[in-house]
């Protein structure tokens, strides 16, 4: 099905920001990841082999290792947050084609995103698009309740008034694209050739050839996605 048939009466283009923006082969989430092994280790003093399987077994179940620890060791969660985004985005580089196919959406567009305001930020600021998202909705704007949270989804679409079916979310993780298809969004996949196998079951980033019910589109190349809603091309 031609992506225009679909999206064309869309107002509202949600993105997702770590994994979804810039390509997850810059390894910048790789450096999030291992800031939070040593966060865990620290916090719960055990070692880092110990302090990674309980990183992954919340992020699974919790949507988040932040909202695991929140739940069950009465983590301060500013404390996390500046720690595991304390990290080096000049390994980013500026993207005006990606920028370029944004702009030319019609509509308010959003950054939705499991990280702090800060941290989203500052990859705008790499991603040379600091200026060009109407709002950012962070995981403390939404009370530090995560995606894949009903919730969350809630909060964005009611702070913002989404109207669901002319509303489009576009993540690299698929369980978080789940809720939003229920509530009638439009979804978009965005996959990578990365290999995700250390990542639990479930909650991995996706991969080209990967296919859910709840994806009605995806995509590894993001520009081309969106450039080819103006042009018609892109077939499911």
Same mark, same amino acid.
Request: glycine fraction near 4%; aromatic fraction near 10%; charged fraction near 20%.
């Given at each position: 099905m031609i992506v225009v048939d679909r999206l064309k009466y869309c107002r509202n283009w949600v993105f997702d920001l770590d994994n979804t923006l810039y390509p997850p082969e810059s390894d910048l989430f790789a450096q999030i990841d291992r800031r939070m092994t040593e966060f865990v280790s620290r916090f719960l003093s055990v070692e880092p082999a110990s302090a990674r399987i309980l990183q992954k077994h919340y992020y699974l179940n919790y949507g988040t290792t932040l909202n695991g620890l929140m739940a069950n060791h009465q983590l301060s969660p500013e404390d996390f947050l500046d720690f595991v985004h304390d990290i080096d985005h000049s390994v980013l580089a500026a993207d005006y084609e990606l920028k370029?196919?944004?702009s030319a959406l019609d509509g308010k567009k959003i950054i939705f995103t499991n990280a702090s305001n800060n941290h989203a930020l500052q990859v705008l600021d790499a991603l040379g698009m600091a200026e060009l998202f109407d709002e950012i909705v962070d995981i403390e704007a939404t009370g530090y309740v995560p995606k %894949?949270?009903?919730?969350?989804?809630?909060?964005?679409?009611?702070?913002?008034?989404?109207? %669901?079916?002319?509303?489009?979310?576009?993540?690299?993780?698929?369980? #978080?694209?789940?809720?939003?298809?229920?509530? =009638?969004?439009?979804?978009?996949?965005?996959?990578?050739?990365?290999?995700? =196998?250390?990542?639990?079951? =479930?909650?991995?980033?996706?991969?080209?050839?990967? #296919?859910?019910?709840?994806?009605?589109?995806?995509?590894? #190349?993001?520009?081309?996605?969106?450039?080819?809603i103006s042009s018609n091309e892109v077939l499911k």
């Open positions: 370029q196919q944004i %894949p949270h009903q919730s969350a989804y809630d909060f964005l679409v009611q702070t913002h008034d989404l109207v %669901p079916d002319e509303t489009v979310l576009f993540e690299d993780l698929a369980r #978080n694209l789940e809720p939003a298809k229920q509530m =009638g969004f439009f979804t978009v996949l965005v996959c990578s050739q990365k290999d995700w =196998g250390h990542e639990p079951e =479930g909650a991995r980033p996706a991969s080209v050839g990967d #296919n859910y019910e709840h994806v009605d589109f995806s995509t590894s #190349n993001l520009v081309q996605f969106l450039s080819s």
